[in-house]
């Protein structure tokens, strides 16, 4: 008797674990510890397991281990961050979730659009998957700390999605992208920047601006954040990074020589006058 013919549809998800270890899903200023837990459940359902959590109001507790129904593991090995910056320090492509659209230029996908980009660039390094408080979501600040917006296509009179049931959805589209998608996840020779090197950059970048005297105003924000999201839209890699920052700092040597007095002729003295 012939043996049964060997499956020769594996399920990918298993085949591909260590692009699913670099997908990180962060939790920012959670307020209610049965939210993280039922996270983890819907985090552990789709095969992923590292959790990090941003000043949560209330971990570790009880409820969030109630709540995780045998998720219990992604909880004791959770990271607790005192800032977004730490959370996100060695990633290279944050997916921001959102669920309202604002007054915003930054690129904005649906979870089926956004995921296989996740998982792309979860080939080269680590990614996060970025969720905000429970009532309010995720601030300004924190978008732009992002590559691409997410939001999911609900209905519009009533768009108000559960933290957990938000984080089920974008962990099963990545999933989905990752089995079914057919994505060639190969790694790629460049190196994207990481996102403590942009931040630096943008560091940088705000500082030699101001000394310039770019900035027309004594609150520069708004106009940082639209810098981050044309920059977000460039997805940077290292090399351009050390590229940005070297024509910065030559800017800021350009800018510290002594200016030589230019002859001021008189016709040019009789504008000044007027």
Same mark, same amino acid.
């Given at each position: ?5 060997? &499956? ?7 085949d591909k ?7 990180r899903v ?54 607790? @961050? ?56 995720l601030t ?30 974008? @962990? ?11 994505? &060639? ?79 001021? &002729? ?9």
């Open positions: 008797m012939d043996k049964p013919a060997p &499956n020769k549809s594996p399920n990918k998800l298993k674990p260590g692009i699913l270890s670099n997908v962060v939790l920012s200023h959670t307020t209610h510890p049965g939210n993280i837990g039922a996270a983890a459940r819907a985090m552990k359902t789709m095969g992923l397991e590292s959790l990090y959590l941003v000043n949560p109001r209330h971990f570790p507790d009880a409820q969030a281990d109630t709540m995780s129904a045998g998720a219990d593991d992604l909880l004791r090995n959770a990271a607790v @961050c005192g800032s977004i910056d730490e959370a996100l320090h060695g990633t290279v492509f944050v997916a921001a979730m959102t669920a309202r659209l604002r007054d915003i230029s930054h690129e904005v996908l649906t979870p089926r659009e956004a995921m296989p980009l996740l998982a792309q660039h979860a080939a080269q390094g680590q990614v996060a998957l970025l969720f905000g408080t429970e009532m309010s979501g300004n600040e924190e978008m732009g700390k992002s590559h691409v917006l997410v939001r999911i296509p609900a209905n519009p009179q009533y768009s108000s999605l559960n933290l957990a049931a938000a984080v089920q959805v974008a @962990c099963y589209e990545l999933s989905v992208a990752m089995q079914y998608a057919g994505l &060639n996840l190969r790694q790629v020779e460049v190196e994207p920047a990481k996102s403590e090197e942009v931040e630096r950059f943008f560091v940088h970048l705000e500082d030699v601006l101001t000394q310039i005297g770019f900035f027309n105003t004594k609150h520069p924000n708004k106009l940082m954040q639209k810098l981050r999201r044309l920059y977000a839209r460039a997805r940077l890699e290292q090399e351009e990074i050390n590229i940005l920052r070297g024509i910065l700092s030559a800017t800021t040597g350009y800018n510290a020589r002594p200016r030589k007095e230019t002859p001021v &002729n008189d016709k040019e003295k009789q504008v000044n006058d007027v």
